[in-house]
């Protein structure tokens, strides 16, 4: 048998080799093998079976190994592939790779543990002499005799303080046998999971939610491709629909994948998905995200792979995972521009989970209290069914949104330059009656920017064109950029007066300023730099379910998803963080990260309000996020993207050019430009060459070219080819990116 593979060598194109005869029953298309190239063995996906060869079959290789006895890639996995190279401008091999965890691709082992066991048990006398000439395997036998299943060696030489030459000893007389027993890593498999409550038989759900589970159910039972948009209110219950969704298709024996936005929010979902499914349905989840260890990931893809377990629930590369007869997949949050990959391949994952739905015929829900733009536009063409859950569970009320103009009180001296008397009075007013908060900030660190009262000098970054955020914690400024790290000065480096000043808020700060004001309430902060330890967000999260902690500090980590009943109230630090950047999407962000953020409050039997401070009240995003009035504000996005033909009227495509000599990387973009415009005429429209929003980075100068298109794959397809074609000089580099979510 003749095979076709995509290496993962580096290798973007398709090699042919025979499979001998042995391996040739355990070959299908998506099988992981490894084959030869050039002068050494690689990895390698099986893509066709029996292909034409490009030269005669005697002249091929062989086939070295298969890796294993089931495919690593689904049918529409491979598929996939296929169109996230051609949409994406991606290699094919990169892609693939993606799909496949450095775990498998490494042959990282499997996790093996010794037992012990008794094989035959001894005569009186052939024990009598045992314990006379050998005593220490006297006492072993006597132990494992006295046990029901096979025992760990290790632990049970060490318990007895027995040496392991006892045991080898009784092992070759045939007394005892030693087993071979793999050792599965389960992502999330301890008990920080336990403080997560858990409804384990479901509640009676509302009729708007037993309305969407038919809904979902119907297009199910209809057996192809459907999606549905899914918006709910924050506290809607939206996860129930989503578990209920799952049941359904598990119990036809198909398998689910579920998405969410952060791994933040894997935690919870995972505690529920278990709680439930695991314990009534006996159906395994898996875990998957990047945080987790190697061993984790790659026994939780072998589970998949193998057909052992049929649900998956992870970020965005969980899109990926080998799920055997998918028929659900769920987006979460489907707005989340975390669902965007920063790197190549760069995919949207909630694009991709689309389309991976749409090639298994399986059905797809997004999810949201603020939909996106894009998915609101495709629910009104007749793409996207629509499924609605106006009102909170138990119909609780919404939380009661204060919006505080920062000018006026500063003016007026009525507060700190951190938190206005409104926030101070009710952080009071809710650790007085033992109830928790939560105060969000979209900036770590603890001030934006160090600058100089007397010259006006501000602390840069040498490396990329932004200022250095001052961390008090270690009295250091940082680039979150490149990661440029030096001691914060006491006096001005240009003029030398000691008038410097830290300009800005961050969590630091704002953390600083709580433990201040309120010096008997535990105050924790989340962001990046205070999770590096594995673990410790889901340890924060327990201490806070429990009561442990009175007010939380953070970063988007906590802006969503996350649900606490005795949460009562909700601060917005600087709302105004999102709003004043150069992106269309700035509003859309602002409002959906306000009505989020406010959704934290009020989630239990007690009411909750929300303080929202900022220097623009004005604005339209802050206005109808106080009333929570999606479809106002959506009608006026709309009109705005539409009058400008900003997506989703039209696709996106953006392309930087990088190097570390500016006159050389703006000269290759405009010559790159008068290639390609000629060929795009009436498929795109072209802006550029200019300066990136944030000129330099790592050192490098970057200038963007945008291309403005109803045509997407056309014009990707012209540009890739001509990406290969293109002289490229030494010193330029340049990226890619299709439907960006941002445009710095």
Known sequence: MIVAVHPLAGFDKVLHYRAPEKLCAGIAVGSLVRVP??????????????????????????????????????????????WIAAYYAAPLDTVIEAMIPVSVRKGLALKIEKRLAVARELSVDELETLNRRAPQQAKLYAFLKLQLHPVAKSLVLERLKVGPSSAAALVQHGVLREIDHRIERVGYGDDLGGVEPVAVIPPELNLAQKAAVESIRASGAKGGFAVHLLQGVTGSGKTEVYLHAIADMLQGGGGAVYLVPEVALTPQTVARLRGRLEQQLGQRVVVWHS?????????????????????????????????????????????????????????????????????AGAVCVLGSATPSVESVNNMRRGRYLHDVLPTRIDDRKMPLVHIVDMRHEIVA???????????????????GKKEQSI?????????????????????????????LTYHRADETLKCHLCGEV???????????????????????????????????AK??????????????????????????????????????????????????????????????????????????????????????????????????????????????????????????????????????????????????????????????????????????????????????????TGAVVKTVGVLAKEQRDFPWPEGVSQTLDVDPMSLS
Request: with cysteine; proline share 6%.
């Open 37 to 82: 190239v050039v002068n050494r063995f690689t990895l390698a996906v099986v893509s066709q079976l029996d292909p034409t060869p490009d030269c005669a079959p005697e002249k091929l290789k062989n086939v070295a190994e298969l890796v294993y006895p089931f495919p690593a890639l689904t049918p529409e996995l491979l598929s996939l592939a296929r």
């Open 291 to 359: 945080s987790l260890s190697e061993g984790e990931r790659l026994d939780g893809w072998l589970a998949l792979a193998s057909g052992e377990a049929r649900i998956v629930v992870g970020a965005r590369s969980a899109v990926f995972a080998p799920v055997r007869d998918l028929r659900l997949v769920i987006v979460d949050e489907e707005h989340e521009p975390a669902y965007k990959q920063d790197e190549t391949p760069r995919y949207h994952g909630r694009d991709v989970a689309v389309y991976r739905a749409k090639l």
């Open 413 to 431: 001296k009525r507060a700190t330059s951190v938190l206005s008397r409104l926030l101070i009075d009710k952080l009071h007013d809710r650790f």
């Open 439 to 467: 105060l969000f900030i979209n900036r770590r660190g603890y001030s934006s920017s160090l600058l100089c009262q007397e010259c006006g000098y501000v602390a840069e970054c040498p490396h990329c064109s932004v200022s």
């Open 486 to 520: 030096r001691p914060a000065p006491l006096v001005c480096p240009q003029c030398r007066s000691p008038k410097v000043r830290m300009r800005g808020l961050g969590t630091q700060k704002v953390e600083e300023h709580v433990a201040r004001i309120l010096p008997r």
């Open 523 to 708: 105050v924790v902060r989340i962001d990046t730099d205070t999770m590096g330890k594995k673990n410790r967000f889901r340890e924060i999260l327990g201490e806070f379910r429990t009561g442990k902690i009175d007010i939380l500090v953070g970063t988007q980590m906590i802006a969503k998803g996350l649900d606490f009943p005795n949460v009562t109230l909700v601060g917005l630090v600087d709302a105004d963080i999102s709003m004043h950047v150069p992106d269309f999407r700035a509003n859309e962000r602002t409002f959906q990260l306000l009505v989020q953020v406010a959704g934290r409050a009020g989630r239990g039997d007690r009411a909750g309000e929300v303080v929202v401070q900022t220097f623009t009240p004005q604005s339209d995003a802050i206005q109808f996020a106080k009333q929570s009035d999606f479809d106002g504000f959506i009608e006026g996005e709309i009109k705005t993207r539409e009058q400008f033909r900003y997506p989703p009227f039209r696709h996106l495509v953006h392309h930087v050019f990088r190097g570390d000599n500016a006159e050389k990387v703006l000269w290759v973009a405009e010559q790159w430009k008068k290639r390609v415009e000629p060929l795009l005429a009436g498929a795109a429209e072209l802006r550029g060459p200019s300066p990136s929003p944030i000129e330099r980075v790592q050192n490098e100068y970057r200038f963007q070219l945008w291309y403005f």
